[in-house]
Nanobody, 125 residues
Framework: QVQVVELGGGLVQAGGSLRVSCAAS????????MGWFRQAPGKEREFVAA??????IKKYVDSVKGRFTISRDNAKVYLQMNSLKPEDTAVYYC????????????????????WGQGTQVTVSS
């Protein structure tokens, strides 16, 4: 059974930076495309960023382009968040998708197989 666990999160002032990380255990991490989603109170879960298993393909929602960076190493995936805004406040979820393809980086939540419990990111104005 694959387990996905997010680390990091917390409270930061607007304009600040924060990094969240995620590990997927119980499988071969390098075989997973990874994604970050977020859900703000009263809103639906939305795609934030995704990275292919090789790290060569990265995708972002328009609202975070130029501010957020997704990356990965052999064990974890990271989401570096800079120039944070109050509207970035949400629970951030990490997700994993098992794939043979080196170019897969899904943007739809239904395309992911495993999910973490989420970590709260709060940006104060």
């Amino acid at each position: 059974q694959v387990q996905v666990v997010e680390l990091g999160g917390g409270l930061v002032q607007a304009g600040g930076s924060l990094r969240v990380s995620c590990a997927a255990s119980g499988g071969t991490f390098s075989s997973y495309a990874m994604g970050w989603f977020r859900q703000a109170p009263g809103k639906e879960r939305e795609f934030v960023a995704a990275i292919s298993r090789s790290g060569g393909i990265k995708k972002y929602v328009d609202s975070v382009k130029g501010r957020f960076t997704i990356s990965r190493d052999n064990a974890k995936v990271y989401l570096q968040m800079n120039s944070l805004k109050p509207e970035d406040t949400a629970v951030y979820y990490c997700a994993a998708r098992g794939t043979w393809s080196s170019s897969t980086a899904p943007v739809l939540a239904l395309d992911y197989d495993y999910w973490g419990q989420g970590t709260q990111v709060t940006v104060s104005s």
